[in-house]
């Protein structure tokens, strides 16, 4: 079966470096996804990853490993906006996305 | 830019009952989706459309029926509603192609069934 899997919940430290990680099982890969989302809103669009290797944009980062089934999300010097739930996304070999259960950050002062 | 627009933001229904969740996006996108999110649980694709006037079903699309009569519309209904359907549902949409990247939510619907 797919799968996709992250931790259900961290806390850190404002100021602070975290990294969320995520490993996945699928029919196929053609793309790795990180959308954040806030309590109560929609998921808004984080990074995409299709080749190995480090993309950063700003604050985040995001790796990945296909051969390794592996990601992460790096997310540096941390702000309470940051609170939210990060979600991991695998794209499939039928264009379809598998979803991870999310991963609740906690920024601390 | 509207995006993706989800009605009605907010929904009670008493079991058994039928209603109909309008999604529609002003981005030419051919891809759209429908998701419900319960806690603890990922995004779960109920259906979703590669073009106008097709639809496929997805990894739960028991109890719901969609339409895609227009590029920019898609409709998903719920005929007899059951406690099981709450949920809060989200519509996404997307360019067509291998590597397009980002999926576009809706605000999402809020759906409580009595």
């Known amino acids: 079966g797919q799968n996709i899997d992250q931790p259900t919940e961290m806390t850190a430290t404002e100021g602070a470096i975290v990294q969320i990680n995520c490993t996945y099982q699928t029919s196929g890969f053609n793309g790795l996804f990180w959308y954040q989302q806030h309590a109560g809103e929609a998921p808004t669009f984080l990074s995409y990853?299709?080749l190995d290797g480090l993309e950063e944009k700003g604050r985040f980062s995001s790796f990945l490993s296909r051969s390794k089934g592996y990601s992460y999300l790096l997310l540096k010097e941390l702000q309470m906006k940051d609170s939210a739930s990060y979600l991991c996304a695998v794209e499939d070999s039928n264009y379809q996305l598998i979803w991870g259960a999310g991963t609740k950050l906690i920024i601390k002062p | 830019n509207a995006g993706v627009t989800q009605t009605p933001k907010f929904r009670v229904l008493k079991t058994g009952q039928s209603m109909t969740l309008l999604c529609a996006q002003d981005m030419n996108h051919e891809y759209m989706y429908w998701y419900r999110q319960d806690p603890g649980m990922g995004l779960r694709l109920i259906h979703y459309?590669?073009?106008?006037?097709?639809?496929a079903k997805g990894e739960v699309p028991d109890g719901y029926n969609v339409s895609r009569l227009k590029k920019q519309n898609f409709l998903l209904g719920l005929e007899s509603a059951a406690p099981s359907q709450t949920s809060v549902y989200f519509c996404a949409s997307r360019t067509s192609g291998l590597h397009t990247g980002e999926l576009f939510f809706g605000e999402g619907s809020r759906l409580t069934v009595l």
């Open positions: 459309s590669v073009g106008e006037g097709t639809t």
């Open positions: 990853n299709v």
